[in-house]
């Protein structure tokens, strides 16, 4: 069936360190993904996209890295802040533009 | 600030009460998106409005209905509350036929069932 998983839960990373959260997702067929970030009390944001005739795409202090033989999508956060504290959340696009989101990945950044 | 807004924003009801949970899209985007996040489900999407008309369907319950309006505002509508449906319910918009499939999110409306 449809799912998008998580491989770690939590994450703690010390200020300044580069943070990796990583994703599984199952549906071969899928060709759009998204990474966004909830903080407590606010709905997801948008951090970055791409599509599955990419690889690898760059943002501002984020990469977003698919490999689609393993059906694997990764994130990263470059120089990782303390306001980058928060729930990651990774988004595969299915047909009609449904969005099957994963479980989240809460990422804890230590001062 | 993603443009889309949600009213209210806390909601505490009854068990077996009825409410209505609103949604505006960002401007021009014509594609509503409902979802549930409780803590043992996470995200769970609900149901696509397209222009005013159901687009897509996902794990809505039967006790559940919405709709998108002509100004493209939506509403959900859940009644028959039960203990279980204390959430956060938001709305996301888009527009797809801009090719754009980007989703973007509302604050959410937390209800508590009691």
């Known amino acids: 069936g449809e799912s998008v998983g998580l491989h770690l839960p939590t994450l703690s990373v010390q200020e300044g360190d580069n943070s990796i959260i990583n994703c599984a997702y199952s549906n071969s067929a899928s060709d759009y993904f998204i990474w966004y970030k909830q903080e407590s009390g606010k709905g997801p944001q948008f951090i970055i996209d791409i599509r599955s005739n990419m690889d690898k795409r760059q943002g501002q202090r984020v990469t977003v890295l698919l490999n689609k033989t393993v059906k694997h999508l990764s994130l990263q956060i470059a120089a990782t802040q303390p306001g980058d504290s928060a729930v990651y959340f990774c988004a595969e696009s299915v047909p009609l533009g449904k969005l099957i989101f994963g479980q989240g990945t809460e990422l804890s950044v230590k001062p | 600030d993603s443009g889309v807004t949600q009213t209210p924003k806390h909601l505490i009801t009854a068990t077996g009460q009825r409410v209505t949970l609103r949604c505006s899209p960002r401007?021009?985007?014509?594609?509503v998106y409902w979802y549930q996040q409780s803590l043992d489900q996470g995200l769970q999407f609900l149901i696509q409005y397209y222009n005013g008309e159901e687009r897509a369907k996902g794990n809505i319950l039967e006790r559940f209905s919405a709709q998108q309006f002509p100004d493209l505002h939506s509403e959900l509508n859940l009644s028959s509350l039960e203990l279980g449906d204390s959430a956060l319910y938001f709305c996301?918009?888009?527009?797809?036929?801009?090719?754009?499939?980007?989703?973007?999110f509302g604050p959410g409306t937390r209800l508590l069932v009691l």
């Open positions: 401007s021009g985007d014509l594609s």
């Open positions: 996301a918009s888009s527009d797809p036929l801009a090719g754009a499939e980007t989703q973007y």
